[in-house]
């Protein structure tokens, strides 16, 4: 298996474009999540999806979309790219969250590191 | 807002000495999770301990819960230079409901000298 995998590793934007943060993973998980880690903020949640066809909002989900329309595929879009934007990205997948046991276990992505000009 | 906090931030050791930080979470859990990640990587997951258990062992690894004082710690025994990297502690935020989110705390960082 792959895991989790995420592209690209490294992308330059100029403020203003768009665009979209692969992430995927063969391992038939249910919940997919999208964090961003900041120096000295650690990971905050952008938005998470605990199926395919359902997603909802996290912590800081604004200028950011998502899909999932496979279990397999979770991409994270940025719709105007903002240097506040600037960041490295993780995406992580469990075969459950808040079930108690350990199918709640996430398993990371090895990360997009985003700079916005 | 971020349901776990560890502390301390950060921790300077010598090889060969333990290392303890802690994590504190503010609602109930049905269980937490710790975290390690090296400089420049993704997340890997250390260990789980279910809100029923108070103690949790995996090699050099101690996990305690106290589920009555929202805090739960990480001991690291006989540390090694490998083990410098951050630890996030890391519970979902509403236990009442399946399929939540996994809330991070901003993590402590170990540094092992040699």
């Known amino acids: 298996n792959a895991g989790v995998t995420q592209t690209p590793k490294f992308q330059v934007l100029k403020t203003g474009q768009s665009m979209t943060l692969q992430c995927a993973q063969d391992m038939n998980h249910e919940y997919m999540s999208w964090y961003r880690q900041d120096p000295g903020m650690g990971l905050r949640l952008i938005h998470y999806?605990?199926?395919?066809?359902?997603?909802d909002q996290g912590e800081v989900p604004n200028g950011y979309n998502v899909s999932r329309s496979t279990t397999e595929d979770f991409p994270l879009r940025l719709l105007s790219a903002a240097p506040s934007q600037t960041s490295v990205y993780f995406c992580?997948?469990?075969?459950?969250?808040?079930?108690?046991?350990?199918?709640?276990?996430?398993?990371f992505g090895p990360g997009t590191r985003l700079t916005v000009l | 807002s971020q349901q776990g906090e560890e502390d301390p931030q950060a921790l300077s050791i010598q090889e060969g000495e333990n290392a303890t930080m802690n994590c504190s979470y503010k609602?109930?859990?049905?269980?937490l999770q710790w975290y390690r990640q090296n400089s420049g990587r993704g997340l890997v997951h250390l260990i789980l301990i279910r809100s029923n258990e108070r103690e949790k062992h995996s090699g050099r690894l101690r996990v305690t819960l106290d589920t009555s004082k929202k805090s739960s710690s990480l001991l690291i025994t006989a540390s090694r230079a490998a083990d410098t990297a951050s630890y996030f502690c890391?519970?979902?935020?509403?236990?009442?409901?399946?399929?939540?989110?996994?809330?991070f705390g901003k993590g402590t960082t170990l540094s092992v000298s040699s």
């Open positions: 609602t109930s859990i049905n269980n």
């Open positions: 992580a997948s469990s075969y459950s969250s808040g079930s108690g046991g350990s199918r709640d276990t996430q398993y």
């Open positions: 890391a519970t979902v935020s509403d236990p009442n409901q399946a399929g939540t989110a996994l809330i």
């Open positions: 999806s605990v199926g395919a066809g359902i997603t």
